[in-house]
Antibody, heavy 121, light 107 residues
Framework: QVQLVESGGGVVQPGRSLRLSCAAS????????IHWVRQAPGKGLEWVAI????????RFADSVRGRFTVSRDNSKSTLYLQMNSLSTEDTAVYYC??????????????WGKGTTVTVSS | EIVMTQSPATLSVSPGEGATLSCRASQSISNRLAWYQQQLGQSPRLLIY???IRATGIPARFSGSGSGTEYTLTINGLQSEDFAVYYC?????????FGGGTKVEIK
């Protein structure tokens, strides 16, 4: 079955960096865009970023643009989120989610269980 | 950025009753609207996409409707597993945006 497993979360100091990974299985990874979505403690969902099926297109939320980058290794069916200049406002559970298309007009049809990022001194 | 507004914030419903959740977009989103359910401590699950198309495996008691800027999720005959938070999301325009959520709780 389709599965997404996030890893790499943890506690990090403000201003530092962290890289999250998302390992995918059960579908043809290089056919679909993949999203990152986050949820701060007790809050709602916030879309963070998407990368297209081939890595050639990306979009970011204003709140992370210029600090976060997204990449993928289709040979490993793995997605990455590089997070730099972290602040306490980035504290959240980070989910990766499979897009419904290669890039455009993509809802999220399968979600991982998430990995927790805590930014604290 | 398109702002998605969900109402009400909380809905108290008795098991077996129906529930109607609303979602309004700040501009037309051409039916590119999805609904997600998030049970306590779980990751979100896709219920509806294209405003009215049930995702694979979603029971028929869930239905979506609407167009333009106004959308509705209807749940008929609420079961215990339906008490959760529901989010709408537009995927017509970047950045993608979610509503603030409606919590459906047991009355």
């Amino acid at each position: 079955q389709v599965q997404l497993v996030e890893s790499g979360g943890g506690v990090v100091q403000p201003g530092r960096s962290l890289r999250l990974s998302c390992a995918a299985s059960g579908f043809t990874f290089n056919n679909f865009g993949i999203h990152w979505v986050r949820q701060a403690p007790g809050k709602g969902l916030e879309w963070v970023a998407i990368i297209s099926h081939d890595g050639g297109n990306e979009r970011f939320a204003d709140s992370v643009r210029g600090r976060f980058t997204v990449s993928r290794d289709n040979s490993k069916s793995t997605l990455y989120l590089q997070m730099n200049s972290l602040s306490t406002e980035d504290t959240a559970v980070y989910y990766c989610a499979k897009g419904s298309s290669s890039f455009y007009y993509p809802h999220m049809d399968v979600w991982g269980k998430g990995t927790t990022v805590t930014v604290s001194s | 950025e398109i702002v998605m507004t969900q109402s009400p914030a909380t809905l108290s419903v008795s098991p077996g009753e129906g529930a109607t959740l609303s979602c309004r977009a700040s501009q037309s989103i051409s039916n590119r609207l999805a609904w997600y359910q998030q049970q306590l401590g779980q990751s979100p699950r896709l219920l509806i996409y294209g405003a009215s198309i049930r995702a694979t495996g979603i029971p028929a008691r869930f239905s979506g409707s609407g167009s333009g800027t106004e959308y509705t999720l209807t749940i008929n005959g609420l079961q215990s597993e339906d008490f959760a938070v529901y989010y709408c999301q537009q995927y017509n325009v970047w950045p993608l945006t979610f509503g603030g959520g409606t919590k459906v709780e047991i009355k």
